[in-house]
Every structure is written in structure tokens, then in C-alpha cells.
């Protein structure tokens, strides 16, 4: 039997999942998982990439202890965020997360020299503040002169791997500095955020075999094999596992600390209206094109459970939340104020009175609320995709750990009158190991793997 490791690292945790084939199904099992969070360096919000190495490693000596040895590695993380190597290969500065606040306006200067319709006629991606382009335009100027490498979080991982330095295709789209036309670095936008095209390389399609482990690698963990490039971009790997192909009327939604609401399409769509309504053309598999919106998603709850010192379960704030359905209360889920805020359930209770609603009084209330408010964005951006694509749309396929909670599912359902298609609940996992098996000669095709995925949810 042929095991495949998929290494999903998330905003808040990370997973070594092992999968094969079993009965025409993809098995999968979660070997080793650990805690990601930030941590504050020089009063900027950083990752700790070094601890989060050393729990890759410690997840992959987990392999040998189970005596499932795997036949090749994926890596898969979130998107824009990303270190810049010297000429000793050692990281500049600190790997500051889309979370700080290094990017504020900077989005604004950057639109106001280039302009809002070249830059997205260049990439086709969703104007976000914390986009690589923005991040990378307030890097210190002496960093960026001395950077001789740059690598995405999973292209550093992988790098620290293999000793091999690759940009993967997935996951440099989200940058906002990869051009649509040619898949390649915009050398214009570089310029203008004061980089070299010289530190990046030509970005790899997912299924890439990036090399073995080095022989370092191999001593620490007790066997070898190769890294493949998966979608690295977790909402890449996502995509890929739903069960809706090219030819299906209908959306995906993967569900999580946010929520991803779009399509796949063959072609970038990159016209006013698009723009206008601030979809992104993000690089899938094959060269699939995921047109979707960054919506946020299950984050609020999370901030209100933190709130509430995890008082509750995430199943237990939905069944309060189903206590208190007489709530109507709605509120702009993608309102900036409730991206970062010292207290989540005081924000919310203050939108609601400031928009003239009924303010929540409990806990339920609050969650109800948020879960309301959540579907209600879902089916508003599922009509703007429709106007914009003139694709049909009668199903959603909702994928992710989010697609567990049944309450939003039944509001989705209930606000968008479509069919909902639940999971798979590790669609990333499952989307990392499908690649790595295509690339292996494990499955032949594409339509073989999604009727595995049929056959497992």
C-alpha cells in the first residue's frame, strides 16, 4: 500500500495527514498535529517558522514510528505572506503575517501611482490590504536591496527540505505580482514595490517533483523520499477535492476561519465588471482558474469563543445558536472592523445598534447573528458571480472543517434555495494527496480522483 503525506498548515494549526486508497476511496489518517499562532517581534505580528519547522519534523518521524513510510510529501499553507533569503540564504528580517498592520494605506499609494484597472487587468486578483504587492511595498528598502531569494511560506518549508528554491504557481497568484497572460513575475509591479525580478524564479505548476529530502533531512526523520509541489495555497488544494468539476452549474464554498465562495473556470476573467465587484482569478490545478471572493468566514466566531475564554465548543455555540433562531439581527461580515478587534462580541453589539437592529443579549443571540449574517453574504456574492460569469448556479458544494456545522449549512440552504453538497471535511488534505498521487502515477487522471472523492464523502 502507497502512502502520501499532505503537511497542512493553517493559521492556527497544522496537520500531517497520511493517505492512500482504499476501496476506491482516499483514507485518510492524522498523524501529528500542532499549534500555529503569532507571535509579537520588534511590535510587528510575525510567524515563527523555525517551531513551525521543527514540528513538520517531529510530525515526520511520527511516519516511522507508525511504519508508514510515505511515498512522497506535499506541503500546503496559507496564501501572500513570505521571507526574503541574503546571499547566505539566511532570512532578512522577520516573517511579518498579513495580520500586522504594515499595510495600512499602503494599498491606496500603490492604486493611486499604477491604477485599480491596470493592476487587475495584469493579475485579475481581489484588491485585498494585505496582498503580497502591499506587503512587499513596505518592506524596508535595505531589505529589499540586500534579498537575494524570495519563497513563499511552503516554498521556504520546501526549501528547508529539499535545498531546492522554487515558487509554486498556486500560491504566487495570490501575490497580486504574478501576471495572467504570461503565469510569469510583472516586472512593472515589481518595480514599482522597489524589487528585483531577479530573486524570483519561474513559478512551478502544481504535481512538480521538487527533489528528495536532503541527506540532514533524512538522518533527523529515518527515510527518504520525494517532495512534490501540491497546491501550495491551501484554498488551491481545497478546490480541487470538491465534487463539482468545469462543466457543473454550481459553487464551492470552503468553509473555515474564511470562507471562499466561487467557481472554476478555464479562462481568467478580468473585465470591469469583475473588478467593480472585486472577484480574484486565483491559479488553480491544471490551469484551472479559481474565480472566487475572500469572504470572512468562521473567524468571528472564533474571536467570540476566544471572548468567552473557549467556555464552548464550536457545536455547542451552534446549538445555542439554534436556541435563539428568533434572532434577526444581521451585520457586513467583511467589514473591517471585524477583521481584527480587541473584543468581537462587543463589535458585533455595536454594528447592531449603530444600524438601528436589536442588539444581542446572549450568547446565542451573538452566534446566530454571526452564522445569519454569514449566509446572507453567501447568497448576495453567489448573485454578483452569476451576473458576472452568466454561469447557473443550482448547488453549492460546501467543503472544509466549517462544512460540519449544520446550522449554517441549513441557513445557506435556506437563504440561496439551493442544493447543498457537504465535504469533504479535510478538502485541503485531500486536495494536497490527490495531486501528489497524480504525480506519482497513484491515479491516472483527474476524473478518477473525483469520483474517489464521490466515493468518500
Given at each position: 500500500?502507497?502512502?502520501?503525506?499532505?503537511?497542512?498548515?493553517?493559521?492556527?494549526?497544522?496537520?500531517?495527514?497520511?493517505?492512500?486508497?482504499?476501496?476506491?476511496?482516499?483514507?485518510?489518517?492524522?498523524?501529528?498535529?500542532?499549534?500555529?499562532?503569532?507571535?509579537?517581534?520588534?511590535?510587528?505580528?510575525?510567524?515563527?517558522?523555525?517551531?513551525?519547522?521543527?514540528?513538520?519534523?517531529?510530525?515526520?518521524?511520527?511516519?516511522?514510528?507508525?511504519?508508514?513510510?510515505?511515498?512522497?510529501?506535499?506541503?500546503?499553507?496559507?496564501?501572500?505572506?513570505?521571507?526574503?533569503?541574503?546571499?547566505?540564504?539566511?532570512?532578512?528580517?522577520?516573517?511579518?503575517?498579513?495580520?500586522?498592520?504594515?499595510?495600512?494605506?499602503?494599498?491606496?499609494?500603490?492604486?493611486?501611482?499604477?491604477?485599480h484597472r491596470e493592476i487587475y487587468r495584469k493579475t485579475g486578483i481581489q484588491f485585498m490590504e494585505f496582498n503580497t504587492l502591499y506587503q512587499m511595498s513596505s518592506v524596508d528598502s535595505k531589505?529589499?536591496?540586500?534579498?537575494?531569494?524570495?519563497?513563499?511560506?511552503?516554498?521556504?518549508?520546501?526549501?528547508?527540505?529539499?535545498?531546492?528554491?522554487?515558487?509554486?504557481?498556486?500560491?504566487?497568484?495570490?501575490?497580486?505580482?504574478?501576471?495572467?497572460?504570461?503565469?510569469?513575475?510583472?516586472?512593472?509591479?515589481?518595480?514599482?514595490?522597489?524589487?528585483?525580478?531577479?530573486?524570483?524564479?519561474?513559478?512551478?505548476?502544481?504535481?512538480?517533483?521538487?527533489?528528495?529530502?536532503?541527506?540532514?533531512?533524512?538522518?533527523?526523520?529515518?527515510?527518504?523520499?520525494?517532495?512534490?509541489?501540491?497546491?501550495?495555497?491551501?484554498?488551491?488544494?481545497?478546490?480541487?477535492?470538491?465534487?463539482?468539476?468545469?462543466?457543473?452549474?454550481?459553487?464551492?464554498?470552503?468553509?473555515?476561519?474564511?470562507?471562499?465562495?466561487?467557481?472554476?473556470?478555464?479562462?481568467?476573467?478580468?473585465?470591469?465588471?469583475?473588478?467593480?465587484?472585486?472577484?480574484?482569478?486565483?491559479?488553480?490545478?491544471?490551469?484551472r482558474y479559481r474565480f472566487l471572493k475572500n469572504i470572512m468566514g468562521l473567524w468571528i466566531v472564533q474571536e467570540v469563543s476566544r471572548m468567552l475564554d473557549y467556555k464552548y465548543s464550536y457545536?455547542?455555540?451552534?446549538?445555542?445558536?439554534?436556541?435563539?433562531?428568533?434572532?434577526?439581527?444581521?451585520?457586513?461580515?467583511?467589514?473591517?472592523?471585524?477583521?481584527?478587534?480587541?473584543?468581537?462580541?462587543?463589535?458585533?453589539?455595536?454594528?447592531?445598534?449603530?444600524?438601528?437592529?436589536?442588539?444581542?443579549?446572549?450568547?446565542?443571540?451573538?452566534?446566530?447573528?454571526?452564522?445569519?449574517?454569514?449566509?446572507?453574504?453567501?447568497?448576495?456574492?453567489?448573485?454578483?458571480?452569476?451576473?458576472?460569469?452568466?454561469?447557473?448556479?443550482?448547488?453549492?458544494?460546501?467543503?472544509?472543517?466549517?462544512?460540519?456545522?449544520?446550522?449554517?449549512?441549513?441557513?445557506?440552504?435556506?437563504?440561496?434555495?439551493?442544493?447543498?453538497?457537504?465535504?469533504?471535511?479535510?478538502?485541503?488534505?485531500?486536495?494536497?494527496?490527490?495531486?501528489?498521487?497524480?504525480?506519482?502515477?497513484?491515479?491516472?487522471?483527474?476524473?478518477?480522483?473525483?469520483?474517489?472523492?464521490?466515493?468518500?464523502?
Amino acid at each position: 500500500m502507497n502512502y502520501f503525506l499532505a503537511i497542512d498548515i493553517g493559521a492556527s494549526s497544522g496537520r500531517h495527514l497520511l493517505g492512500h486508497i482504499e476501496n476506491e476511496q482516499i483514507v485518510l489518517e492524522e498523524i501529528y498535529r500542532f499549534e500555529n499562532k503569532l507571535a509579537s517581534v520588534d511590535n510587528q505580528l510575525c510567524w515563527e517558522v523555525d517551531k513551525l519547522f521543527s514540528h513538520i519534523i517531529k510530525g515526520l518521524k511520527q511516519c516511522v514510528f507508525l511504519g508508514k513510510i510515505p511515498k512522497s510529501i506535499g506541503i500546503d499553507t496559507w496564501g501572500v505572506d513570505f521571507v526574503l533569503l541574503d546571499s547566505d540564504d539566511h532570512v532578512i528580517g522577520n516573517t511579518v503575517s498579513y495580520r500586522d498592520s504594515r499595510t495600512k494605506g499602503v494599498m491606496n499609494d500603490v492604486c493611486d501611482q499604477v491604477g485599480h484597472r491596470e493592476i487587475y487587468r495584469k493579475t485579475g486578483i481581489q484588491f485585498m490590504e494585505f496582498n503580497t504587492l502591499y506587503q512587499m511595498s513596505s518592506v524596508d528598502s535595505k531589505n529589499k536591496q540586500a534579498a537575494c531569494s524570495f519563497l513563499m511560506i511552503p516554498d521556504y518549508i520546501n526549501y528547508l527540505l529539499t535545498g531546492v528554491k522554487a515558487n509554486e504557481y498556486t500560491n504566487a497568484t495570490t501575490t497580486q505580482m504574478l501576471n495572467v497572460d504570461s503565469d510569469d513575475w510583472d516586472r512593472d509591479l515589481l518595480e514599482v514595490c522597489g524589487i528585483s525580478r531577479d530573486i524570483f524564479s519561474k513559478p512551478q505548476y502544481p504535481g512538480h517533483r521538487l527533489g528528495n529530502l536532503k541527506s540532514t533531512i533524512q538522518e533527523a526523520v529515518g527515510f527518504d523520499c520525494e517532495v512534490v509541489l501540491p497546491a501550495t495555497h491551501d484554498t488551491a488544494s481545497a478546490f480541487i477535492a470538491s465534487v463539482l468539476d468545469l462543466d457543473d452549474d454550481g459553487v464551492i464554498l470552503s468553509s473555515g476561519t474564511w470562507s471562499l465562495l466561487g467557481t472554476e473556470l478555464d479562462k481568467p476573467i478580468v473585465s470591469d465588471i469583475s473588478r467593480e465587484s472585486n472577484f480574484t482569478n486565483e491559479g488553480g490545478y491544471n490551469k484551472r482558474y479559481r474565480f472566487l471572493k475572500n469572504i470572512m468566514g468562521l473567524w468571528i466566531v472564533q474571536e467570540v469563543s476566544r471572548m468567552l475564554d473557549y467556555k464552548y465548543s464550536y457545536a455547542e455555540l451552534a446549538d445555542l445558536a439554534r436556541e435563539a433562531s428568533h434572532f434577526k439581527s444581521v451585520i457586513d461580515v467583511n467589514n473591517e472592523r471585524f477583521f481584527v478587534s480587541e473584543n468581537m462580541i462587543e463589535e458585533i453589539s455595536d454594528y447592531c445598534k449603530e444600524t438601528g437592529q436589536d442588539t444581542p443579549k446572549t450568547t446565542g443571540e451573538v452566534c446566530m447573528c454571526v452564522y445569519r449574517s454569514l449566509a446572507k453574504s453567501y447568497n448576495q456574492y453567489i448573485e454578483e458571480l452569476v451576473s458576472v460569469t452568466g454561469k447557473k448556479v443550482d448547488k453549492i458544494n460546501v467543503i472544509g472543517g466549517g462544512c460540519k456545522n449544520l446550522l449554517l449549512n441549513e441557513l445557506i440552504e435556506q437563504e440561496t434555495n439551493k442544493e447543498i453538497i457537504v465535504g469533504p471535511v479535510e478538502a485541503t488534505g485531500v486536495g494536497n494527496i490527490i495531486v501528489q498521487m497524480l504525480s506519482m502515477g497513484e491515479i491516472a487522471h483527474l476524473k478518477q480522483a473525483k469520483n474517489y472523492i464521490r466515493n468518500s464523502i
